[in-house]
């Protein structure tokens, strides 16, 4: 039987790394990509089981890295069956206290990161599905949003307005790209302890962070690498447009 094949952007460390571990053990050939380190994601890529895995670099924010990433990964892995939107960039810019200045520069690499590149990755993917002899029926397309969507993130705007733009994407693309036979999902984590966030746990803030959820518990990266890769597979194709809370109930809606 032939073997799945992923892309999952930013997936050096943290969630990323995680998703790469899932749909490796569950069959995918997967092309790891970073942005700059390199030696990180060749260690991801060293962990995974099975064969035939691949780093892949770029730039997720440069409008002219996304159709050489997609080529560099199809050319690797002969096709991409999977792609998971995972790369983002967070920045606080509480709106009383920054420059006008920090703010214009925050808005336009955070969008540009967290919502253009991906999209412009779904272009390139798409357009790749249509040209090849299968056709892109049974292509999955998941996207990792944020809680903070429907929570708010008022020290940080510029991520919550980009995450928002990303489902509403994900909900749009489903629609269109439904009738190909490719489905789109998302993914909205809360808080997740990763190498970035935990220095945000010092001191009584892991207590507070713990206590968000009813759980008793702080998400770790398996925990939405889970829920990415189910997404990702045949029997998910009826939640195409669904954008799944993964928070440990520490955000209802």
Known sequence: ???????????????????????????????????ADTDAAKAVIDSLPGDGHLLVTGDIGAPEEARR??????AGLGTIDVLVNNAGVHAGQPVATTSYEQWQADWR???????LGPADLIWCVVDHL????QGPR???????????VYRGEPDA??????????HSLTQSLAQSLGPL??????????????????????????????????????AV????????????????????GAVLDVNGASHLR
């Not at 789109?184 to 968000?212: H, I, K, N, W, Y």
């Not at 939405?224 to 029997?235: N, P, T």
């Open 157 to 166: 705007p510029a991520y919550g307005a980009a995450k928002a733009g990303l």
């Open 1 to 35: 039987m032939t073997r799945r094949c992923a892309l999952i952007t930013g997936a050096s460390r943290g969630i990323g790394a995680a998703i790469a571990v899932e749909l490796a053990r569950t069959g995918h050939r997967v092309a790891v990509h970073c942005r």
């Open 69 to 74: 990433i997609v080529d560099t990964a199809v």
């Open 130 to 133: 249509r040209g090849r002899p």
């Open 181 to 218: 036979g490719v489905a789109v999902s998302a993914v909205a984590p809360g808080f997740v302890r990763t190498d970035l966030t935990e220095p945000m746990l010092a001191g009584d803030a892991e207590e507070r962070v713990r206590a968000q959820s009813p759980l008793g518990r702080i």
């Open 138 to 148: 049974g292509a999955r397309i998941v996207n990792v949003g944020s809680r903070g």
């Open 221 to 240: 990266p398996h925990d939405v690498a889970a829920a990415v890769a189910w997404l990702s597979g045949a029997d998910a194709e009826w939640c195409s």
């Open 109 to 115: 690499r955070l969008l540009a990161v967290n919502l």
